[in-house]
């Protein structure tokens, strides 16, 4: 029986499936972590995203996840390094995206086109295709794939060895895959999942008059979600 | 020996400068590479031969002047030739024909603009030729051409020039006026100085000016390589359909033109591909590189993802590829500083990019200079240079920032904007002036929104109605006064180029058609937080944008 038990594990291990499935028995390696750029949130991440994983940022429109993901690549940026961005739905905006920290210079910006792509399906296919080709060719701190002006349908037509083929682009690389979408599709064994919720007491108002009151920001209410220790 | 052809530029019809001294440079290294194959091309219309040997050839030392002198004048390049046994002494001898014959005090025919000086008769043949002729000859030593003749000499390199001025020590400016206050005006006057004397006083320099005035050389004939193209050529038995054939053909023919780079330290900027179909037509794509680059598997890679996107429209019979070879990239990469992709990497990356998302659909955003909410452009997207790498090791990490400044800056980044380039139409139902409903009307792309909750607005923005091409506002149909006072509609206006960032670089599919907006934020009851703008002229209300 200890011997099958063995064999089996040591098959795991030989295709890379152990660490879904036999991590009682093998001790977890350490996992390097990128800062978020949100000061308040990296002690519960155990100090930021996971290297080497696929992480998401979950949640429905104005939640806060475009911000969370900006502040990832902002911080990114700071520190010197690369960051990318597969822009699925063509709906970045540079003006917020600068004045959260962004250092525009060091972002690979690819942008889905959804006025040229007649089905949306054909759209979510080429920002995946992206999505690989940034992370095969490694260098980048942090690479973001923004899903989340797709429906939860189209993603859930994906075929469930896309993420898989994905994370073996980013295994054991200083590199953290961000995907932004309105549910929960592509977490990786050992990534962080931050469901994100909505509400009209999300926004923060800020001025006592009504004439100078304006909107100054979202407050992000976060769920964390992982299999991993943190 | 060493046979000098000078051109007397002045002399030369009248031309752009920079194109006439090219000519002539041009002229007189054919001349002399059909004489010699050892050539030195000193500066801008000057050359020298090493003409040891050319007697079997063409003759005395006096023909070979005379039959260098004639193929120049033929070519349309009036010239001085001198023939001597030092370098030295042959280029100011043809120094001084050249100026004589563009002050039209010596006829590029006669027999003086072909010198031969004798072997041990340098020191006199100089004597008599005037001071300043060492300043010019220095001048094109150091690198420093004319500057009215296009500065830099042809064909030599930096680095080539930088080893003559240590060599010779001739770098440091010619004190002609001190030469003048010592009343020396020739060379002889120059020469007959004691040499220490003439160290103790101007140093090194002093020496070089003293030897070059005696004809003796500070350096050998360093013989200019002949610019080869670097092009090949590769023609078909059978025409070629598909890029997957050209791939193994393109690699047969970039490995030798990278290898060639590699051997001479170069790289390429710009890769030309000239296919000549089975319609007798030319494709010709150009690829521009953002580094020097010589690495074959890059560049095939490179010209068969722009080939699959630009697939050539028949059968290929003959594929030429041309490179544009430049110095090599040098780098020296930093320990402290985390590794980044090369930028071989990158350029592969993004073009492998632009096949999948599409041409203009890839590179680095940037903001453009105008107030028109969501205007953004691109630009090439280049990685991380040198000097970023330095300057990012010293960058203290964020954390070590003070709490305050930390809280301010992250409450700030939280207004982000996820903005529509296409903005959907919505309907504003409007309480005193302020939005108290939204109904979506393009529902696939915006769910149910409902009751305003929060509001905040109006702020107006306008802009480019200022400008040429944009009088009247995109939709409208504009109207303008006739002669008679009747109105007359002006034709729709046709969005013109984007007109604000100056960068070449930059590209944007942003209009510049006038704008009026007024915009409101808002968080209606399904709790989706909008920047909502009216269009002022045609009262309408979109979604500009969602706060995210």
Request: proline share 8%; hydrophobic share 45%.
């Amino acid at each position: 029986m200890q011997a099958a038990r063995l064999h089996i594990e040591a098959l795991l291990r030989a295709r890379r499936l152990d660490r879904t499935v036999t991590d009682a028995c093998a001790p977890p390696e350490p996992v390097r972590s990128v800062p978020t750029g949100l000061p308040w949130l990296d002690p519960r991440l155990a100090g930021g995203w996971p290297c080497g994983e696929t992480s998401e940022i979950v949640g429905p429109a104005s939640s806060g996840r475009t911000s969370l993901m900006t502040a990832s690549l902002a911080a990114a940026t700071a520190r010197g390094d690369l960051a990318a961005l597969i822009d699925t739905h063509d709906t970045f905006d540079a003006d917020s995206a600068q004045a959260a920290g962004l250092t525009l210079d060091h972002l690979l910006w690819a942008r889905g086109d959804p006025a040229g792509v007649p089905r949306p399906h054909v759209l979510l296919e080429r920002a995946i295709k992206a999505f690989g080709l940034v992370l095969e060719a490694g260098g980048f701190a942090v690479v973001a794939l923004d899903l989340g002006d797709v429906s939860s349908s189209d993603l859930a037509r994906l075929p469930f060895t896309t993420w898989r083929r994905l994370q073996r682009f980013v295994e054991g690389r200083d590199t953290v895959a961000l995907v932004l979408a309105p549910t929960p599709v592509a977490r990786s064994a050992r990534g962080v999942t931050l469901e994100l919720s909505a509400s009209t007491a999300t926004a923060v108002w800020v001025g006592e008059s009504r004439r100078a009151r304006r909107l100054a920001g979202l407050s992000l209410s976060a769920h964390v979600r992982t299999a991993r220790r943190l | 020996m060493f046979c000098a052809l000078a051109a007397a530029l002045t002399a030369l019809p009248a031309m752009p400068p920079a194109a006439n001294v090219a000519a002539a440079t041009d002229a007189l290294a054919a001349v002399a590479r059909g004489a010699s194959p050892r050539v030195e091309i000193v500066g801008p219309g000057v050359v020298v031969i090493d003409a040891r040997g050319l007697a079997r050839l063409f003759g005395q030392d006096a023909q070979v002047a005379a039959l260098c002198r004639q193929q120049a004048a033929d070519r349309g390049v009036p010239s001085a030739v001198a023939i001597a046994a030092t370098r030295t002494a042959a280029l100011l001898v043809a120094l001084d024909g050249a100026a004589r014959i563009a002050s039209a005090s010596l006829d590029p025919t006669a027999p003086g603009a072909a010198v031969t000086v004798p072997a041990g008769a340098e020191a006199a043949a100089l004597a008599p030729l005037p001071i300043a002729l060492i300043a010019r000859l220095s001048g094109l030593e150091a690198g420093r051409g004319p500057r009215e003749h296009g500065g830099q000499p042809r064909g030599k390199t930096a680095r080539s020039r930088a080893h003559a001025s240590a060599v010779s020590g001739l770098d440091a400016d010619v004190p002609l006026a001190l030469w003048r206050r010592w009343g020396l005006v020739t060379l002889g006057a120059l020469a007959a100085l004691p040499a220490a004397d003439l160290f103790e006083r101007l140093g090194a320099a002093g020496l070089g000016w003293h030897a070059m005035a005696r004809g003796l050389d500070a350096r050998p004939l360093v013989p200019t390589a002949e610019p080869q193209p670097f092009e090949a050529t590769c023609a078909f038995e059978w025409p070629i359909e598909a890029i997957e054939p050209l791939a193994f053909a393109l690699g047969r023919v970039i490995e030798p033109l990278c290898a060639r780079l590699d051997l001479g330290g170069l790289g390429t900027v710009t890769l030309q591909t000239t296919l000549r179909l089975v319609t007798r037509e030319l494709y010709v794509r150009r690829l521009g590189l953002p580094m020097p680059m010589r690495d074959p598997r890059v560049l095939r890679t490179l010209i068969v993802l722009d080939l699959e996107s630009h697939p050539p429209p028949a059968g290929i019979d003959v594929l030429t590829v041309t490179f544009e070879p430049v110095g090599g990239r040098i780098v020296q990469p930093s320990l402290l500083a985390r590794a980044h992709p090369r930028p071989e990497t990158i350029a592969t990356l993004t073009a492998r990019l632009r096949a999948v998302m599409g041409d203009g659909r890839v590179g680095c955003p940037v903001a453009l200079d105008t107030h028109r909410g969501g205007a953004i452009g691109m630009r090439p997207f280049g990685g991380l240079t040198a000097g970023g790498l330095l300057a990012v090791a010293e960058t203290p990490a964020v954390a070590e920032r003070p709490a305050a400044v930390e809280a301010e800056t992250a409450a700030a980044a939280r207004l982000t904007l996820r903005r529509f380039r296409s903005p959907p139409p919505v309907r504003v139902d409007l309480d005193r002036g302020r939005p108290v409903r939204v109904r979506s009307l393009e529902s696939r792309r915006l769910p149910r929104l409902g009751a305003v909750r929060q509001a905040a607005g109006p702020w107006r923005s306008s802009g480019d109605w200022w400008r040429t091409g944009s009088a009247a506002f995109d939709g409208d149909l504009a109207m303008a006064a006739s002669a008679d006072g009747a109105a007359v509609p002006l034709l729709r206006p046709v969005a013109i180029e984007s007109v604000w960032q100056p960068d070449p670089s930059v590209w944007s599919d942003e209009p510049a058609t006038a704008w009026d907006d007024d915009e409101w934020d808002v968080v209606v009851e399904s709790g989706c937080a909008l920047r909502l703008a009216r269009d002022r002229r045609r009262d309408r209300w979109v979604v500009a944008a969602l706060i995210d």
